[in-house]
């Protein structure tokens, strides 16, 4: 005796396909697309078309000149000393925050009391506005009043004869050049020291603390759990934090041209800056269009490689 089993009347699903499909996933893509045309592409476009004629903020008339810019540029000491500076910059800025961020991240991940309060004093130079905080560093920098300055006198080590930093009553910080150099890259790691924290905290907190015990038990040391468990496994975070600071530090301007404005003597100028100083403050919108369109390249390509890189890791 068979039972025959007739199918229940429901109705199934199945997913629609055609041109109805199509045009949603068009739709829902739209804005996305606009978003990037209108406040990334337009902007490059027009970069581009400024950096091939010699349109300036005073004229009228608008000439194409090719890549006499371009040309220009390269043989230009100025450019080439900014060119110098912001890879200085940004890999001396990039080496400094990345072994504070990973010391500062070791130390907040252990428990101790007001680790609320510390975290909390650690993140607030990010909270703080960029322009507000900068100036703060300008009077601990001042030739005159510098609190630095009075500290180092303080302690015998400037301002007398015989002291290991000269006989003169202040460092004059923005003044010489490499002290200037100096002081803006400080500035920039205490400024992006936070964000690198984070991260690199975030990534110490998703290693299983199981790997760190059976360390302890194999009797690893520190540096052997350091170099064998931390970093490896930290190695993906680091690469974002290496991202994101790359492209904030390669592309700002706001320390250098609030502490120095370049100077001096262009020994603190930057990509940048210079663009904005010969496009903007200058007038000459097509050669700082030129300018500003040699960062693209090295930011679109060091993005290129490190994101390989993060993807290479997690698969690995």
Same mark, same amino acid.
């Given at each position: 005796?068979?039972?025959?089993?007739?199918?229940?009347?429901?109705?199934?699903?199945?997913?629609?396909? @055609?041109?109805? /499909?199509?045009?949603?996933?068009?739709?829902?893509?739209?804005?996305?697309?606009?978003? !990037?045309?209108?406040? +990334?592409?337009?902007?490059?476009?027009?970069?581009?078309?400024?950096?091939?004629?010699?349109?300036?903020?005073?004229?009228?008339?608008?000439?194409?000149?090719?890549?006499?810019?371009?040309?220009?540029?390269? #043989?230009?000491?100025?450019?080439? #000393? =900014?060119?110098? &500076?912001?890879? *200085?910059?940004?890999?001396?800025?990039?080496?400094?925050?990345? +072994?504070?961020?990973? !010391?500062?991240?070791?130390?907040?991940?252990?428990?101790?009391?007001?680790? %609320?309060?510390?975290?909390?004093?650690?993140?607030?130079? %990010?909270?703080?506005?960029?322009?507000?905080?900068?100036?703060? %560093?300008?009077?601990?920098?001042?030739?005159?009043?510098?609190?630095?300055? %009075?500290?180092?006198?303080?302690? #015998?080590?400037? #301002?007398?004869?015989? =002291?290991?930093?000269?006989?003169?009553?202040?460092?004059?910080?923005? @003044?010489?050049?490499?002290?200037?150099?100096?002081?803006?890259?400080?500035?920039?790691?205490?400024?992006?020291?936070? *964000? =690198?924290?984070?991260?690199?905290?975030?990534?110490? &907190?998703?290693?299983?603390?199981?790997?760190?015990? /059976?360390?302890?038990?194999?009797? =690893?040391?520190?540096?052997?759990?350091?170099?064998?468990?931390?970093?490896?496994?930290?190695?993906?975070?680091?690469?974002?934090?290496?991202?994101?600071?790359?492209?904030?530090?390669?592309?700002?301007? +706001?320390?250098?041209?609030?502490?120095?404005?370049?100077?001096?003597?262009?020994?603190? /100028?930057?990509?940048?800056?210079?663009?904005?100083?010969? @496009? +903007?403050?200058?007038?000459?919108?097509?050669?700082?269009?030129?300018?500003?369109?040699?960062?693209?390249?090295?930011?679109?390509?060091?993005?290129?490689?490190? *994101?390989?890189?993060?993807?290479?890791?997690?698969?690995?």
């Amino acid at each position: 005796m068979t039972t025959e089993v007739s199918e229940p009347n429901s109705v199934r699903f199945r997913p629609q396909t @055609g041109p109805s /499909q199509a045009s949603l996933a068009v739709w829902m893509l739209a804005p996305a697309i606009l978003f !990037i045309v209108l406040l +990334i592409g337009f902007p490059l476009g027009l970069a581009v078309y400024y950096s091939l004629s010699n349109v300036t903020t005073g004229g009228s008339q608008v000439t194409l000149v090719g890549f006499d810019h371009f040309r220009n540029l390269i #043989g230009d000491p100025t450019f080439r #000393g =900014a060119l110098g &500076n912001t890879f *200085l910059f940004t890999f001396g800025s990039l080496v400094i925050m990345l +072994i504070l961020a990973t !010391i500062q991240a070791e130390l907040l991940i252990r428990p101790f009391r007001g680790k %609320w309060l510390v975290r909390f004093l650690i993140l607030l130079p %990010w909270t703080a506005p960029a322009a507000l905080a900068v100036i703060g %560093w300008l009077w601990m920098f001042d030739s005159v009043f510098s609190p630095i300055d %009075w500290l180092l006198r303080q302690l #015998g080590l400037l #301002g007398q004869p015989g =002291a290991p930093l000269g006989v003169l009553p202040n460092l004059y910080w923005l @003044g010489h050049p490499t002290l200037a150099f100096v002081s803006v890259i400080l500035v920039n790691v205490w400024r992006m020291l936070p *964000l =690198a924290t984070v991260i690199v905290l975030a990534g110490l &907190n998703s290693i299983p603390p199981e790997l760190f015990e /059976q360390a302890r038990v194999d009797r =690893a040391g520190y540096f052997r759990r350091l170099f064998q468990i931390t970093l490896p496994l930290l190695s993906p975070i680091l690469l974002v934090a290496i991202l994101f600071a790359f492209v904030f530090t390669f592309s700002d301007m +706001i320390v250098i041209y609030i502490l120095t404005r370049g100077g001096p003597a262009n020994s603190t /100028q930057v990509l940048s800056s210079l663009a904005f100083f010969t @496009g +903007i403050a200058g007038g000459n919108l097509g050669r700082g269009a030129a300018i500003a369109l040699f960062l693209f390249p090295v930011l679109a390509g060091v993005s290129a490689l490190l *994101l390989a890189m993060i993807r290479r890791s997690e698969v690995a």
